[in-house]
């Protein structure tokens, strides 16, 4: 009778396990079956799709092997199955605009479920419709946004900041030291963007805690998105948890009766009285986010492509050397000497193009969208990509070589043909921020060191985009004649 009755439960077990994969499977291919009017394409696995393939690590300023076999086979619009997700893949550059202009109307942000694990329910970067209207609007009014028509006081903190993480190479050994470039970089996007935003200097033992919690933070921002003790992804939660400790602190010692203002970002926020606590919070987090990982990246997009052309690195140089012979030694930086940057702001666009920071963007489609001759059918995951619009050899000649002069004369930079920091309501607000701060960097980069790349490390993008041994640089001081 045992014997019976664990035949019929083996049996019971089997039909579900059987019933399950039939679902999957159908769940998978339905959408192919129900939309055959898509652009073409393939959908690979049941569950996973060709999600590993697409994720597969390449070289940032090339497409990888997935992007160009599919626009080979399929033209630069095709269908896929993505992140769990039936989806349309946009290497085009006019639907990628359409896409972009369209948000909230046909499209709408689609990050997967287990970012907003990390960023927090009230990030500017997950919320959609009228709540991230008013997140952007609030966004475009604060001080962070406003800081870029380069008032005297945020370029000073730039400079005084730019200044002490140079000097430091200097201080700590001299000539022929190999120093990990990319974490000086994000050392000195993070010091501008906490003094920016939370009034705090390098020095203070705060910045040391929130910079320990922001890098695991980040790790684990794209990971694997299991919450078990230990793993990436667990330690980002808790990571952010303890940085909206931190900052939930600084608010109530704001707050408290006798204390100064400090005339930063922080002061503002606290004055509107349009976000909750925890808004606040969240939106100081995505400030932090958003000064920190661009512009560190491209501070060592910027150094590891000059470090690849003499040339280029030579003119910058002469650029900024004019500049400095036209001030005081110990003279600061003026908004007018940033206007005089004209070739450094074509090496950062450039730098922008080639390395490709943010490879795509995640959008859903709201209703049937008809585009041309292609089909999005309601529902399904949208990607526009940026990267296969940077490198398209027929909007840009010779795409994959590192060319500042590309952008002499050209309007290009408000373009389709260009788009690093995304386009639309949620292009990104702090855009010229990042650029000033790498142009300022790179003023007293050039102006006091030689250096070398120390090793065959490239931009790799996971899709995210890192330096795999952190762009290890070679210096030089250069001696100045007194």
């Not at 920071?357 to 949208?382: N, Q």
Request: aromatic residues 10%; proline residues 5%; neutral net charge.
């Amino acid at each position: 009778m045992m014997a019976v009755a664990g035949e019929l439960a083996l049996a019971a077990l089997a039909a579900i396990l059987l019933a399950w994969l039939l679902a999957l499977v159908l769940s998978h291919f339905l959408p192919l079956l129900l939309n055959p009017k898509a652009p073409r394409g393939s959908f690979g696995w049941p569950l996973v799709g060709e999600t590993l393939r697409f994720l597969a690590p390449h070289s940032s300023n090339t497409l990888g092997g997935f992007l160009e076999d599919h626009c080979a086979r399929y033209g630069r619009v095709f269908k896929s199955h993505l992140f769990c997700t039936p989806t349309v893949v946009s290497c085009d550059q006019d639907l990628n605009h359409f896409i972009l202009q369209n948000e909230e109307r046909l499209f709408q942000c689609s990050y997967p479920r287990p970012i907003h694990g990390i960023l927090g329910k009230s990030s500017m970067l997950v919320v959609l419709g009228e709540d991230h209207k008013r997140l952007r609007n609030l966004a475009l009014a604060l001080a962070l946004v406003t800081s870029t028509k380069l008032k005297p006081g945020y370029l000073g903190d730039i400079e005084k900041i730019a200044l002490h993480v140079v000097g430091s190479w200097r201080q700590d050994g001299g000539g022929g030291r190999v120093v990990a470039f990319c974490e000086e970089a994000r050392k000195f996007a993070f010091s501008v963007i906490v003094k920016q935003v939370l009034g705090l200097s390098p020095e203070d033992p705060v910045t040391a805690r929130i910079l320990e919690d922001f890098l695991a933070f980040m790790k684990g921002l794209i990971s694997f998105p299991l919450y078990i003790p230990g793993t990436p992804y667990a330690k980002a939660v808790q990571a952010r948890e303890r940085i909206s400790s931190t900052v939930k602190g600084i608010i109530e010692e704001r707050r408290s009766p006798g204390s100064c203002k400090k005339g930063d970002f922080l002061d503002v926020l606290l004055s509107s009285n349009e976000l909750s606590d925890d808004e606040k919070v969240s939106f100081v987090l995505d400030s932090l986010l958003g000064g920190y990982e661009t512009t560190s990246l491209l501070i060592s997009m910027v150094v590891y492509f000059l470090g690849q052309s003499a040339e280029d690195l030579d003119l910058v140089k002469r650029e900024h050397d004019s500049i400095r012979s036209n001030k005081g030694k110990e003279e600061s930086l003026t908004s007018e000497d940033y206007k005089k940057m004209e070739y450094t702001q074509h090496v950062i666009n450039e730098a922008l193009r080639c390395g490709n920071i943010v490879k795509f963007v995640h959008r859903k489609a709201l209703k049937d969208v008809r585009y041309k001759e292609y089909l999005i059918p309601s529902g399904w995951k949208v990607l526009p990509v940026f990267s296969a619009v940077h490198l398209n050899p027929s909007l840009h000649g010779n795409a994959q070589h590192f060319q500042p002069c590309r952008w002499e004369g050209s309007s290009q930079g408000t373009s389709k043909r260009f788009t690093p920091f995304g386009g639309g309501p949620r292009l990104c607000p702090g855009s010229e921020l990042a650029k000033v701060e790498a142009a300022f960097f790179l003023h007293h980069l050039v102006l006091n060191y030689r250096w070398r790349i120390d090793g065959d490390d490239i931009p790799m993008a996971y899709p995210y985009v890192e330096f795999q041994r952190g762009l290890p640089i070679e210096i030089e001081p250069i001696c100045h004649e007194s």
